[in-house]
């Protein structure tokens, strides 16, 4: 059965006959149900009514963009211990780190700019938990810089749409840009979807990432 190769601790994806998708991490588990524990509590779920078990691990290699964007990221949480690294324009590293179940951490820099004094960077510390099952919302700080041209920091709060493989994220903050305050909100739109395709069963992904500052 879909139980008899997981373990207590283990980091899961599990999907539900009815659709519903689940992710978290096992406390306890028997042939009638498994324990699992998300980012905002525990779930009871049968056993029976269980569609799919994927390793988090394995799902999180599979999958392009799972909740990082670019810059930032979904408000989809990060299960303790879990991380995300993404490399965009072939020099870009970014690394995301799951502190807690609510707690995550990330930041990159442009390799390409290190051969300059002044480096590209960013870090993204943030908070996120889970309103409803396809609801997320996450506040964080993303601060960084482009070589010598600038250096930003935006306070946010952001909702997220959907789920990892398909979602919507919308947000607002306000922060500052080259030592000055903006004075006024700014906002972010982003969404992000994996398509999964039956050649060879590979997938592949779009994503886009937006701003808006005011004048």
Do not use: C
Not at 61 to 84: D, E, R
Not at 117 to 127: E, Q, V
Not at 158 to 167: A, H, I, R, V
Request: aromatic share 12%; net charge neutral.
């Amino acid at each position: 059965s879909e139980t008899d190769t997981l373990k207590q601790g283990q980091i899961v994806i599990i999907k539900m006959e009815n659709g519903d998708e689940y992710q978290g991490t096992i406390s306890k588990l028997d042939n009638e149900s498994i324990i699992l524990k998300m980012s905002n509590g525990e779930i009871s779920l049968v056993a029976a009514n269980v569609r799919s078990i994927k390793n988090y691990e394995d799902n999180n290699f599979k999958t392009i963009h799972n909740t990082q964007y670019f810059l930032n990221s979904s408000a989809v949480p990060l299960p303790k211990g879990a991380a995300n690294v993404s490399i965009t324009n072939l020099t870009i590293l970014s690394v995301n780190y799951g502190l807690t179940e609510r707690w995550s951490v990330g930041g990159g820099i442009d390799f390409l700019s290190t051969i300059k004094s002044y480096p590209s960077w960013f870090l993204n510390p943030r908070y996120g938990i889970k309103l409803k099952p396809k609801i997320h919302f996450s506040t964080g700080l993303l601060v960084g810089a482009m070589t010598d041209f600038f250096d930003a920091g935006l306070l946010y709060g952001k909702f997220t749409l959907g789920q990892e493989d398909s979602n919507l994220s919308l947000g607002v903050g306000t922060g500052y840009l080259n030592g000055e305050y903006f004075g006024r909100a700014h906002g972010s739109l982003a969404f992000s979807h994996t398509f999964d395709s039956t050649l060879r069963g590979r997938r592949w992904g779009l994503t886009s990432e937006n701003y808006f500052f005011p004048n």
